[in-house]
């Protein structure tokens, strides 16, 4: 439950993400990222509430690029579930967020929300290695690299319709 209260240890864990304020109640900062020949870099804040007694926080935000002219707004919720005795614990987390502008054509395909899944995935997989004492990987101080994120949307698709096929 602590580790969510260091609040630069969550960030550095984003991919593209970058704080530029910060307290226990709001933060504020940028997100980059590049979609083949489009950049962009979302500048916003949120704001946290979190509940000691229930091992739960919302995290609720919004931001924008001004060179694109998308908006995005979103609301985190986490809530931490103790596994085996207390020995493990599961982090519960829920993503709703909206995005318009240029890069909402994006989601028309669904790719953005296959995406978005994905980064959620790197994002826990980075916190997870905080958590055993790893280094995050290389993609928490990095800036979102779409083409990659692709390769492994395009990956999984593959794999899931051949995994289909040979039932």
Known sequence: WNIFADIPAVAACLPGAALTEYDAHAVKGKMSVKL???????????????????????IRGAGSDRGTGSRT?????????????GRRTRVLLSVEYSLQGALAQFSRSGIAQDLGRRLVADFAANLNARFTGETPGKQSSAQLDFGRLVRLWFGDRVRSLFGRGGR
């Open 73 to 85: 707004k979103g609301e985190v919720t986490y809530r931490l579930a103790p596994e085996d005795d």
């Open 36 to 58: 083949g020949p489009i950049s962009a870099s979302f500048a916003g804040s949120a704001v946290i509430e979190r509940d000691d007694a229930a091992l739960r926080g919302v």
